[in-house]
């Protein structure tokens, strides 16, 4: 039995300990040295060893993790978390919030809550009654990775919240302080160890990490920006959320501030950038939120972003090399594109020797010449481009870049269109058929495990494959005729490919390719379609009825499914067993019903909604037009709803759309 004198104790110490945790990895305002903090923590971890009874699982000295794991488990985000929209310049910037403007009531609230924007690795924790559950990453948006293990160990992330609902889904980022980033990489280097590359990169190498004790010895730190989905409490403003999770002991972004005109948005964007190198942290812009949640609601996201969001980027940081040759790589859809080879040179942390040219256009325009010196930037901080040449700096042995007669991979003649060259021998050419199946095999596609880059190479060039239907002809005996090819590796591989059969409509769509359809537009297309055969029969016009797909994309999609060796690779890919899983119907109350969201929902998010039409038998779209059938409408609905009466579609409210469905409104 613990007396009442050392119970007393020990709460009276953590208590202490978890107070200045919060002063020095919340609020950074420590109020005692790091040699103090460290006796008082080792005090504690002495109580605790003579009375193990006292230690609970969120005790200041449990995050030093536990045993490893042996491999990440997937989480389904009840509320997708999007990326966000890019902007670049104040006139885009200007550009977006008149488009907000647009769909919004003219009575309505335009307030925009102004925040720095974290160059981190995004998480959601999950809380319940309080209590830290899970985190997890953002994955694709929908699916993430479970990483609650090493999560638990970043000191900054509270255990317990106070005055918690029944359920809150915080979403923030994951980040290293570039003093802790700096100081880490120095000890590093006296050991004879490499030093890391960057902080966002060891943020997330060490957030996805097996063994949580290599995460718990990396000064991660956490601040939340948002909330996913709540039970048990109501926000109606994106500042009284936020306010709500600081006095809870959440670290929240810093900085924020609410403002109403474009005046405010450039004098608080300049005023980051101007101290973007005196931060603590990383930032590479400034986040736009609108304030008002139900206003959010209203307008609603794209398949990718939301369109209450925007991230106003700082201009991307640049450095100067010089170009020592030209390559032209040919992707999957026999594009060629003129890659520069560059004298190796860091940028934002990253050692780059290659920039795209992005096309012949783009090489007149810019009069890049082999043997220039070059300005180069990443766009997003991601993609290496040449912006600019550096004339001054010529010495005439300079040598014109000339684009190839030939495709470089077979010899084939190039086809020359406004402004791209293109192989013309389209399914023939090894350069496409390996893109076409490295697509395919990828994880957000039929998701072929071991099949890497290599064993492409080795399956096209040894004629075992010339499409993606031949991956399933595949059997042990030719595979083990390959060099380095074992019996365990083929195994696993056949395995593999035996598993990706079993797919679903959206992620097969997206296997397939088709140029100007990635996965966002895939899943929409399944969604409005519902079959295979109803896609690849629509004409030009029934696919411009999808979100997000305008006239260039559903000519590329119409173009691809009337070409007869599509055609023929599809059927034989059906034809070889591969499956495409349809959603369950729970009835058919909204058979043949073509169904619109407009407005704020109150009992569901706009991803649920989608999800019960779908379930009881209904479609989807984002756009009112003669196609649509019903409008449901809530708080905020605005030009949608006024156009849904203009043509006469019937509109009803969230009640009586779940009376109809048959859930408890």
Not at 312 to 336: C, I, N, S
Not at 571 to 582: I, M, Q
Request: hydrophobic share 40%; aromatic share 6%; charged share 30%.
């Amino acid at each position: 039995m613990v007396s009442e004198t050392i119970r007393k104790k020990y709460e009276k110490l953590r208590a202490e300990v978890e107070r200045h945790d919060t002063l020095y990895f919340i609020l950074s305002a420590p109020e005692i040295s790091d040699a103090h903090y460290d006796r008082l923590y080792r005090d504690l971890e002495r109580l605790e060893h003579d009375y193990p009874e006292l230690r609970t699982p969120d005790s200041p000295t449990q995050r030093v993790g536990g045993a490893p794991i042996e491999r990440f488990e997937k989480v389904e985000h009840r509320i997708p978390m999007l990326s966000l929209e890019k902007v670049y310049t104040k006139e885009e910037f200007r550009a977006w919030t008149e488009r907000i403007k647009a769909d919004l009531d003219r009575d309505a609230d335009n307030t925009l809550v102004l925040e720095p924007k974290v160059d981190g690795d995004s998480l959601e924790l999950v809380y319940e009654r309080g209590v830290l559950v899970l985190a997890s990453t953002r994955g694709d948006g929908r699916i993430g990775e479970n990483v609650t293990h090493t999560v638990r160990t970043v000191r900054g992330i509270p255990r317990r919240l106070k005055n918690a609902p029944e359920r809150l889904e915080v979403r923030g980022e994951a980040y290293i302080r570039i003093a802790d980033f700096r100081a880490l990489n120095r000890a590093l280097v006296e050991k004879g160890a490499p030093p890391f590359a960057n902080p966002r990169n060891l943020t997330s190498g060490s957030i996805k990490q097996l063994d949580p004790r290599i995460t718990a010895s990396r000064p991660l730190r956490f601040m939340a920006h948002g909330l996913g989905s709540v039970v048990g409490r109501k926000f109606r403003r994106h500042m009284d959320a936020m306010q709500f999770l600081a006095d809870a002991g959440m670290p929240i972004v810093d900085d924020l501030q609410a403002v109403r005109t474009m005046d405010e948005i450039e004098a608080y964007y300049q005023r980051l950038l101007a101290s973007r190198d005196r931060r603590p942290y990383e930032i590479d812009g400034i986040v736009a939120k609108v304030d008002d949640l139900f206003l959010r609601d209203a307008l609603g996201a794209r398949s990718k972003s939301p369109r209450w969001a925007i991230a106003y980027k700082f201009p991307a940081r640049e450095e100067t090399t010089q170009v020592l040759a030209v390559d032209w790589q040919v992707g999957r859809t026999g594009k060629l594109t003129p890659v520069a080879r560059l004298r190796p040179v860091p940028i934002g942390g990253v050692t780059v020797s290659n920039a795209t040219l992005h096309n012949p256009a783009q090489i007149q325009k810019l009069d890049v010449r082999v043997g220039d010196w070059v300005l180069v930037t990443r766009s997003g901080d991601v993609i290496p481009y040449v912006v600019q040449v550096i004339t001054a700096r010529r010495t005439g042995k300079e040598r014109p870049i000339e684009p190839p007669s030939r495709c470089p991979v077979d010899g084939a003649p190039v086809e020359v269109t406004e402004s791209d060259l293109f192989c013309s021998a389209r399914i023939s050419c090894p350069a496409q058929i390996k893109g076409a199946i490295e697509h395919f095999k990828s994880r957000a596609a039929m998701n072929i495990e071991g099949l890497g880059p290599e064993w492409i190479d080795v399956l096209v060039d040894g004629g075992l494959i010339a499409n993606a239907a031949d991956l399933y002809r595949l059997d042990k005996k030719r595979l083990l005729e390959l060099d380095r090819m074992g019996d365990k590796l083929a195994s696993n591989l056949l395995t593999a490919i035996e598993a990706s059969k079993r797919t679903t409509l959206s992620r097969f769509i997206n296997a397939l390719g088709i140029l100007h359809v990635g996965e966002a537009t895939a899943a929409a297309l399944a969604e409005h379609f519902g079959s295979l055969e109803a896609l690849m029969d629509a004409s030009e016009e029934e696919l411009q009825g999808v979100a997000d797909v305008g006239p260039v994309v559903a000519r590329s999609i119409h173009d691809f499914f009337a070409r007869r060796e599509n055609r023929t690779v599809i059927e034989k890919l059906l034809a070889s067993g591969v499956s495409l899983a349809k959603p369950r119907l729970k009835s058919r109350a909204l058979e043949g019903e073509v169904v619109v969201f407009t407005g704020g929902l109150e009992r569901l998010t706009r991803d649920d909604a989608r999800r019960v039409v779908a379930e009881h038998g209904g479609r989807t779209t984002d756009s009112v037009s003669q196609s649509a059938t019903l409008v449901v409408a809530g708080p905020g609905a605005g030009r949608k709803l006024d156009k849904a009466r203009q043509l006469g579609i019937k509109t009803i409210g969230e009640d009586e759309f779940l009376r109809r469905v048959g859930m408890p409104s």
